[in-house]
């Protein structure tokens, strides 16, 4: 066919076959094997039934499409089929148990979906008359005060898209806030943890900040000593996840964050792991200036393959006013957004705009629906069965392998690869061993503070049982490994619709996209 | 010829005034597999400690720093060309670039091989 | 609770293997003063029954653009979706999965994605596409980033006729990390005329940022500013805020782009007041390590059959942490999906009808509201949205028509309120989704609010 023969002679070696995987139509039973959709092209095709409406060039600036786009064609049950199949092969957590740490893996309730189709939400168009989305923004408002209320924080900036996207909000109002002190040219250093996600770092260069380091200790928290030594007038602010990125509460943060407000400097918190702790405790308690929430983890919305997300960052008093375009305001005629800088009231600085419109609207409705749905006591209640899960799993697995912390964990529970020292067995190895047992794997090698990491998060959505299921499974997978079958896990997996695959090649020789096969004239 | 090592895991071939760089097959070993090779141009000058050229692998991406100042007359096409070539010979074809020296004696703090080799001993 | 799987003899048994007696046991390790003694002070929890109820009531008080004659666009259009999309794209196993991490289990979302990859390369002439990124303002700004560093400049000139929302967006990004932009303001009363960006380019710029069509809708010819930018070695980035006129239009591949940004949103997805939508992003082969965003790329499997992985991840923020290209850890994975599957329907055919339609209806709109008093069309060229010249501020209009329950068109003052010049101009888009009835209540309505 295309480029991807070119692979072949990096191919790493593997095992025998599954068993029944020679069929003549290359199929098996339910797994289908699908071609592209540029492969199953049929002239005079088409999934859609338009007329064809001759047009003039007289309006089109002499800019017509000169040669075709390319585009295949198929009928509607192709593509019901094509889809219908792709899907099949895809693990989601409607699948089985997803216990990815950090990623906070739960249940998608499906009222969410009906909720953000509802004639007068899912079809308003960003720019209609306030007077005519009143309810929108209402919504909008709502769910604001929800977070506002669990976060203990004055001021939410809703528009940012994703988690990420919330920290560069929050590291931007920081930003703002020491140029506005007119320290920008000397305020210029941010302190992220050696455990944090590579995301952290990332955003603080986006914002035009050099990034410093600190080491975490023996206990799996933030070295206090090592940040205090590293405060200064030049440094802007310290980034810190909590709980952090090892599942452990950062006992010190009180402490922490006093230190960082007497240095001058800003508190931001990566609400990663948000789902720990809600309604239990209020960032807002432990002296943090911002904070991004994960609507996508903390409050169920779909993660759909990755995105959309939505991730509303929350702000102290100090960085209020520096929260970007657009917000809702409240006056004579009801509600309102404040959309350009230029329109900012008494008092408001916003930074800018992150984002076209106004937010997430299709992922803030369903957050809503989910909270409304648990209440105050639900909220509670579920970040309290998220913890009481993870150290279920700590309790049940740690004598097999090998837990680096001490202690109570919060909603999700590291491993380190000490328990397969010797065995010839890897973390992906043994990761790849969970997916022939139907299980998606934790996180792997990650955070990068222990060796080999292994980090689960079992959310608050799984019953004892499946917990039970997975701990009998780990174990027997465990004792394999000490057993010397090495083998096992090196083929590993052996079920699913494609096994281990060559990314040395994929990235060498990258093939991005579908070309057509050239023709071959001998 | 004189070979010298650097903390960072590289080595630099000295012949006269000229100086072959490359990496070490320690640091091919930490990188594994490598995917993309980024070499300088002819002509680029460079300090020591500066950023000189890439290298990726599929999961760990670093710099290869200038061991010592001077200015960048080949870059080696071929690895960049075909990074796999680098696993085969790290220490001969697959070089990375060579440089003018304007400082010699920035080679005098570098490890001879015995002392790099003992440096690698006593990492993990 | 019913989303809650744990019972409280559950709870009691799994307390007692941890050994901890009470809740409150594993949250010893949070300072006392931080926690809270009693519940947030926030509503109790409610049945499917009435959060449905309450949700439906917020959305009774909003007017849907589907009961009313439509004609708002600026950045967002209402097409019509087809039915297949929504119900592929519901599937759970795409719904509820993760980023592809596990590609032995992912392939359903890794194969869709170097499907949609393939669908945005071919519809901007592009060689390669990211698999998507939040929207088209943030993709305008990262293909500002991308572009400096491409060639080590600071500067970007940006065409007067880009939407006030990307032209915002890249402006914030660009004074937190020191980029300088310089641009025109525009006047649509004119044909956009290519000299007004050219004789910005200096050989500091990083790149000229130009959308086609425009704000505004007028059609823009990119091959001259891309020759210029080309000889001072800036590049071309060419955005889109309607990815359908790609079915009537020249691609700005073809043009000379170099980075493509573009909404996607109107393909397969919902207007959903702004969001989520689906950030486009397309650039040549050569500049694809500089590239932000996920991408998916195809390769091979221990058996040798065809599959697909995350590639070229030591771009992004995982590996290369501060020096990354971008920090974004995330696409628009169901969003991409929704505006594959469309794509898919449409095929070659499909689209470039679609795109006539468009074009065809906005142009008998233009037609009949040129015979209104009052109602002057600025547009020579437009594809399937217009500016017109109200005889009365036209955030005025737009309320009175809103009363008479019609949508009628985006006031440009509602996107740039601090020019007043431009205070009388409104925003005319059409899809096929307007009837003739529709244009017919907008041109009545107008003449009646303009008396």
């Not at chain 1, 410093?212 to 030594?229: E, F, Q, T």
């Not at chain 2, 895991?9 to 990496?23: N, S, Y």
């Not at chain 2, 002509?43 to 960048?72: F, H, I, M, Q």
């Not at chain 3, 009435?50 to 439509?70: C, F, M, Q, T």
Request: charged share 20%.
């Amino acid at each position: 066919m295309t480029d991807f023969s070119q692979g072949r002679t990096n191919v790493p070696m593997g095992g025998s076959q599954a068993p029944g995987a020679q069929t003549v139509s290359g199929s098996r039973g339910l797994e289908f094997a699908e071609p592209l959709i540029f492969e199953m092209h049929h002239e005079g095709r088409t999934g859609v039934d338009l007329p064809d409406v001759p047009v003039s060039d007289a309006r089109l600036n002499g800019m017509r499409r000169q040669g075709p786009v390319g585009l295949p064609g198929l009928s509607e049950p192709q593509v019901v089929r094509h889809y219908t199949r792709l899907s099949q092969k895809n693990y989601g957590i409607d699948s089985g148990f997803y216990p990815l740490g950090s990623c906070t893996m739960k249940h998608n309730p499906r009222l969410g979906e009906k909720a953000a189709r509802m004639a007068g939400l899912g079809d308003l168009h960003p720019l209609q008359p306030f007077s005519t989305v009143q309810g929108a923004l209402e919504l909008v408002d709502t769910l604001a005060h929800w977070i506002k209320t669990l976060c203990g924080m004055p001021a939410v900036a809703m528009s940012p898209a994703a988690g990420a996207h919330g920290e560069l909000c929050g590291m931007m109002a920081i930003k703002a806030a020491i140029e506005d002190r007119g320290e920008a040219a000397t305020r210029t250093r941010v302190l992220v943890p050696d455990s944090a996600h590579g995301t952290n770092p990332a955003t603080a260069a986006a914002c035009g900040f050099s990034v410093d380091s600190i080491p975490a200790n023996d206990r799996g928290r933030v070295d206090v000593a090592a940040l205090k030594a590293k405060l200064g007038p030049d440094v802007a602010g310290v980034m810190l996840t909590n709980p952090n990125t090892c599942g452990l509460f950062e006992t010190e943060i009180l402490d922490i964050a006093d230190a960082v407000h007497a240095a001058g400097g800003y508190f931001y918190c990566d609400g990663a792991n948000f789902n720990a702790i809600v309604g239990r405790v209020r960032p807002g308690d432990l002296g943090i200036d911002c904070m991004h929430l994960n609507l996508h983890k903390t409050f169920a919305t779909p993660h759909g393959g990755g995105g959309p997300g939505a991730g509303p960052t929350v702000l102290s008093d100090a960085l209020a006013p520096y929260a970007p375009v657009p917000y809702i305001v409240h006056d004579a005629k009801g509600l309102r957004l404040v959309e350009r800088q230029a329109d900012a009231g008494e008092g408001e600085k916003p930074f800018g705009r992150i984002k076209g419109f106004h937010g997430q609207m299709g992922v803030f409705i369903r957050a809503l629906v989910y909270m409304m749905s648990h209440g105050a006591e639900g909220l509670l209640q579920s970040s309290t069965d998220a913890v009481l899960n993870a150290n279920y799993l700590r309790a049940r697995l740690g004598d097999v392998m090998s837990v680096p912390f001490d202690g109570i964990c919060m909603h999700e529970v590291l491993f380190d690869d000490a328990f397969l020292h010797d065995t010839g067995v890897t973390t992906l190895d043994f990761a790849k061993a969970m997916i022939d047992e139907g299980f998606h794997p934790m996180t792997m090698y990650f955070p990068l503070v222990v060796h080999g990491a292994l980090l689960m998060e079992p959310t608050e959505s799984e019953s004892k049982e499946t917990l039970d299921g997975y701990v009998a499974t780990l174990r027997a997978l465990t004792e394999r490994a000490k057993a010397g079958d090495v083998q096992f896990f090196k083929d590993a997996p052996r079920l699913t619709p494609r096994r281990r695959l060559d990314e040395t090649t994929a990235a060498r020789k990258p093939v991005l996209r579908w070309t057509p096969p050239v023709e071959d004239n001998a | 010829m004189s070979v010298k090592y650097t903390q960072d895991h590289e080595w630099i071939a000295v012949a006269g005034d000229t100086a072959t760089v490359g990496i070490t097959d320690y640091a091919l070993a930490q990188l594994g597999d490598l995917v993309f090779v980024e070499v300088p141009e002819a002509g680029r000058t460079l300090s020591k400690g500066d950023e000189a050229a890439v290298v990726e692998s599929v999961k760990a991406a670093s710099e290869v720093y200038a061991p010592v100042s001077g200015e960048v007359t080949e870059g080696n096409s071929a690895i960049a060309d075909d990074p796999s070539t680098v696993s085969g010979d790290p220490a001969g074809s697959g070089w990375f670039f060579k440089m003018t020296l304007s400082d010699p004696s920035e080679l005098d703090a570098m490890m001879d091989a015995d002392a790099y080799k003992a440096y690698v001993d006593g990492l993990d | 609770m019913r989303y809650l799987p744990l019972t409280d003899v559950d709870r009691a048994k799994m307390r007692a293997v941890i050994g901890i007696e009470t809740d409150a046991d594993l949250y010893a390790d949070v300072p006392r003063s931080a926690l809270l003694s009693q519940p947030v002070d926030l509503p109790g929890p409610q049945g499917e029954m009435e959060v449905e109820r309450a949700i439906a009531a917020l959305a009774a008080k909003n007017l849907s653009s589907a009961k009313a004659p439509s004609f708002l666009g600026a950045g967002a259009y209402r097409h019509h979706i087809p039915a297949t999309v929504d119900a592929m794209i519901q599937r759970g196993e795409f719904l509820t999965a993760y980023t592809p991490y596990q590609p032995e289990i992912s392939q359903g979302t890794l194969q869709m994605l170097f499907e949609f990859q393939t669908q945005v390369a071919m519809l901007t002439g592009m060689e390669v596409a990211n698999a998507s990124m939040y929207d088209g303002a943030t993709a305008c700004a990262e293909a500002v980033l991308m572009a400096g560093r491409v060639t080590r400049r600071h500067r970007a000139v940006l065409a007067g006729g880009l939407h006030p929302h990307y032209r915002d967006v890249t402006a914030t990004s660009a004074h937190f990390i020191g980029f300088d932009l310089v641009g025109p303001d525009s006047d649509p009363s004119h044909p956009a005329f290519a000299a007004s960006v050219i004789d910005l380019i200096d050989d500091n710029t990083a790149c000229v940022v130009v959308q086609t069509p425009d704000v505004f809708g007028r059609i823009i010819d990119l091959r001259p500013i891309a020759e210029a930018a080309h000889a001072r070695g800036a590049l071309l980035v060419a955005v889109t805020t309607e990815i359908l006129s790609l079915g009537l239009l020249e691609s700005p591949g073809a043009q000379g782009a170099d980075i493509v940004a573009a909404e996607g949103q109107s393909l397969g997805n919902p207007l959903g007041f702004g969001g989520p939508y689906v950030g486009l992003f397309a650039t040549r082969a050569s500049l694809v390590r500089q590239m932000p965003g996920r991408v998916a790329g195809q390769t091979l499997d221990v058996e040798g059959q065809r599959g697909w992985v995350l590639t070229l991840s030591t771009r992004e923020q995982h590996i290369r942490r501060e020096k990354a290209t971008s920090n974004i850890c995330t696409n628009s994975g169901l969003c991409a999906l929704a505006f594959s599957i469309h794509a898919a329907l449409l095929g070659e055919e499909g689209l470039g009808r679609l795109a006539r339609i468009n074009h065809a209806n906005a142009r008998a709109l233009a037609d009949r509201l040129t015979t209104v008093p009052g109602v002057e069309v600025l547009n020579e060229s437009f594809f399937n949205e217009f500016t017109v010249r109200l005889s009365k501020p036209a955030m005025d209009v737009a309320d009175a028509l809103a009363e008479r329950g019609i949508l009628g068109g985006v006031p440009v003052s509602r996107l740039l309120p601090e020019r007043t010049d431009l205070k009388d101009l409104m925003l005319v888009a059409v899809t096929e989704l307007n009837t003739g009835a529709d244009m017919d209540a907008l041109a009545n309505a107008l003449q009646e609010v303009l008396s």
